[in-house]
């Protein structure tokens, strides 16, 4: 069987001055090539070799570099394509109506989609594209042809390995061409071509091409390109500390909002005085200082949802559903645990009689009570900073990387998208060494300094909790506990206390 041949041109895109600028191999961007290839493909065939023609994932997101899909944006796309503007935009009655049909209109796509051609040798993830289906580049006398592996043009093929292309740029494009759309398998795309350009590049183009030109908010290119998260280039651009902050506050928007939220209406988000809630900066702060730390600079602490997991493995691919999902589970872990506390230091929270907060649902005092650190700024700061320390050191043995939901949709964050990830989350292997570790936490004694009949000792220990001092210090105390346990975590957080005190 003869493997297909696609004529192309190369393009020279390089400057003398570039050969001395920094190519770190270390961060994945070793030297890239001074060429570029241009050619067209068709649509279909693009998305088989570059794995996304069938969304399936297997530890590995099929698309190699792991970027989230928005699926209205592809619809649409598909009915631009079939119809052009303004008709794709119509509503179902007026595309019934033949009075607009003179609306129809050609639906060019005559933007390049930017991809890169993974060599032999190339990793993602642990994984690699099998020899018999890297595509080769074969040049004759100045005649330029894409050499494609053999039996792509069947059906019925599918890569041995990692897919050997990757999408850079254009995604929701080839997204589009699903066999829902019924486009024509011969509809054609311009191509522009990388071959063998590293993945930290790859992120820095589709910076680049989406973010730079203000097409999209970084935020948003983050869910797209996960590895944005872990870009050392990008730590200098305060629009990216932006997005840390905003990420932030999203994720305690939906903390706020969502039902299964034990702080659902719990977060003073207006700074109103006397809310008895701890308030909403005080909750972004406490998420953007612990799991949206980028972890750059020596060593600094590391988020779990931001930095990357080793050397090796990049950030975690969590979407913004996955992300509170996980936050909703801890939380209602200890609140569970809590509940079911029927002593010491629970029962006597909950036999004072503080004012109360109004809520039809009524509330347990040890755990939303005035008097609980829980309901503290100094606890939900300490409590997220020791689980994302735990966390994010356990990541890689407790295989969170693993953890995919599919068919996540990028755009807004919708609750019926989390409420999939928590019932997928409670199924997930490592769910089960989270739970025991968030439930040893309602072990810690969580009354605040102003609880009567503390004894000296204690008030002089939990006013040690106060102030900017007080965050490290409970979440010492946090890790101290949770290192007693003969388990996953319990190493680890020993592990963590050692090394610091070294």
């Known amino acids: 069987m003869k493997n297909q041949k696609i004529p192309a041109i190369y393009c020279k895109q390089w400057l003398a001055d570039w050969d001395s600028y920094p190519f770190p191999e270390e961060n994945e961007r070793r030297k890239p090539p001074a060429e570029l290839l241009i050619f067209s493909m068709s649509a279909m065939q693009l998305r088989k070799l570059s794995g996304?023609?069938?969304?399936?994932?297997?530890?590995?997101?099929?698309?190699?570099i792991q970027r989230m899909h928005e699926k209205d944006r592809s619809l649409?796309?598909?009915?631009?394509?079939?119809?052009?503007?303004?008709?794709g935009d119509l509503s179902a009655k007026q595309k019934a109506d033949p009075t607009n049909d003179s609306l129809r209109k050609p639906g060019w796509l005559p933007t390049a989609i930017v991809i890169n051609f993974l060599q032999v040798g190339d990793q993602r993830r642990g994984k690699s594209v099998d020899p018999g289906d890297a595509i080769e580049i074969e040049d004759v006398s100045g005649v330029v042809n894409v050499v494609l592996p053999a039996g792509t043009a069947d059906n019925t093929w599918e890569p041995k390995g990692l897919s050997p292309i990757e999408i850079i740029d254009g995604q929701h494009r080839l997204f589009a061409f699903d066999e829902a759309s019924q486009l024509p398998d011969d509809f054609e795309l311009p191509v522009v071509a990388f071959h063998g350009l590293d993945i930290g590049w790859q992120a820095y183009l589709f910076w680049s091409i989406n973010v730079s030109p203000k097409k999209i908010n970084?935020?948003?290119?983050?869910?797209?390109f996960p590895l944005l998260r872990?870009?050392?280039?990008?730590?200098?651009v305060s629009s990216v500390h932006v997005y840390r902050e905003a990420r932030a506050q999203e994720l305690t928007d939906l903390l706020y909002r969502h039902p299964s939220s034990p702080w659902k209406g719990r977060i003073n988000m207006l700074g109103e005085r006397k809310s008895g809630w701890v308030s909403q900066a005080g909750w972004v702060q406490a998420i953007y200082n612990s799991f949206l730390s980028p972890g750059q600079v020596g060593r600094s602490r590391?988020?779990?949802?931001?930095?990357?997991?080793?050397?090796?493995?990049?950030?975690?691919?969590?979407?913004?559903?996955?992300?509170?999902a996980f936050l909703i589970f801890i939380w209602q872990q200890l609140q569970i645990a809590i509940h079911k506390k029927v002593d010491g230091w629970s029962l006597q929270l909950r036999s004072l009689t503080p004012q109360q907060i109004d809520f039809e649902d009524g509330h347990d005092l040890a755990f939303l009570g005035s008097k609980t650190l829980l309901n503290q700024e100094q606890g939900v700061r300490g409590m997220c900073l020791a689980c994302n320390d735990v966390f994010y050191r356990a990541a890689i043995e407790l295989r969170l990387d693993d953890w995919q939901v599919d068919d996540i949709d990028a755009g807004e964050t919708r609750s019926e998208d989390i409420d999939r990830c928590l019932t997928d989350l409670s199924q997930q292997p490592f769910s089960s060494a989270v739970s025991d570790a968030v439930i040893a936490l309602a072990d810690f004694d969580?009354?605040?300094?102003?609880?009567?009949?503390?004894?000296?000792?204690?008030?002089l220990k939990k006013s040690g909790f106060r102030g900017t001092g007080g965050y490290g210090r409970m979440r010492q105390e946090l890790l101290e506990l949770l290192s007693r346990q003969n388990t996953v975590i319990g190493k680890i957080a020993g592990q963590i206390i050692a090394s610091e005190a070294a």
């Open 446 to 459: 969580w009354r605040s300094s102003d609880v009567p009949d503390l004894t000296p000792e204690e008030e």
């Open 52 to 64: 996304v023609y069938v969304r399936k994932r297997d530890g590995v997101d099929a698309t190699g």
């Open 218 to 224: 970084p935020s948003h290119a983050y869910d797209l």
């Open 302 to 324: 590391k988020g779990l949802f931001a930095a990357n997991l080793s050397t090796t493995v990049g950030p975690l691919n969590w979407s913004r559903p996955q992300q509170v």
């Open 230 to 236: 872990t870009q050392d280039w990008l730590e200098t």
């Open 76 to 87: 649409k796309i598909a009915e631009y394509v079939r119809a052009g503007y303004p008709y």
